[in-house]
């Protein structure tokens, strides 16, 4: 029983995070009548949204299933199941949610899903930006490790390699585009600051 608790503690944190990002999105085109790149024009971007949408489904609705459903099938079913891996991976999940949102803050105006070849943006390279170059990204994959410390059954841990995987790809597709775009200034900025985690020194050329 305790256990489920927790997977409905973790249910609460994703769902209203994804839940987010379809506000922000619903709101950007009301002010600039783009979904701020929710589904791009770009073929390959909006292949791997095609390909991410029911893995975000899956990743909200599974906590949820776990908490509620008694016997589920064997691919919903955690390989083990206790409290404090459920309480600790909600609370992870938490902190990422927290942690995302003074990152979307940061962005404010400038937040976009993705490429969008038809929109020019402005650099960010301040604030969560200084640390990571992709702080979004860096904790929607430690939100779905945390999912996985807290519901490790085999249909998670596959959404977990699929999410993360598509994540290092779009990372890699977006630096180099902005690479075209900005070209020095942001070869500069990739050599001072890592992908996902903090550089404790500069990358030589």
Request: aromatic fraction near 12%; proline fraction near 7%; hydrophobic fraction near 55%.
């Given at each position: ?13 994703i769902?209203p ?8 999105a619903q709101?950007?085109?009301r002010?600039t ?22 893995v ?16 589920p ?8 199941q ?5 309480f ?12 995302t ?41 430690a ?5 996985v410390?807290?519901i490790?059954?085999?249909?998670m841990i ?23 775009i ?24």
């Amino acid at each position: 029983m305790t256990y489920r608790i927790a997977a409905l503690l973790l249910g609460l944190v994703i769902a209203p995070y994804w839940g987010r990002v379809v506000r922000m999105a619903q709101k950007a085109r009301r002010k600039t009548g783009r979904a701020a790149n929710f589904l791009p024009a770009e073929p390959i971007g909006r292949v791997l949204r095609i390909i991410w949408m029911p893995v975000v489904v899956l990743w909200v609705a599974h906590p949820f299933l776990t908490a509620c459903v008694a016997h589920p099938p064997a691919a919903l079913r955690p390989l083990w199941q206790t409290a404090w891996a459920g309480f600790t991976g909600a609370a992870l999940a938490a902190f990422c949610f927290l942690a995302t949102r003074a990152c979307w803050k940061a962005m404010g105006a400038h937040w976009r899903m993705g490429i969008d070849p038809a929109e020019r943006t402005t650099l960010l390279i301040d604030g969560p930006f200084a640390y990571v170059r992709h702080p979004i990204y860096a904790l929607s994959q430690a939100m779905m490790l945390a999912t996985v410390i807290a519901i490790p059954s085999p249909l998670m841990i596959a959404l977990a390699l699929l999410h993360i995987s598509l994540m290092q790809w779009e990372a890699a597709r977006e630096e180099k585009y902005l690479a075209q775009i900005y070209g020095k200034q942001y070869m500069d900025y990739r050599a001072r600051v890592g992908r996902f985690i903090p550089r404790t020194r500069e990358r030589r050329p």
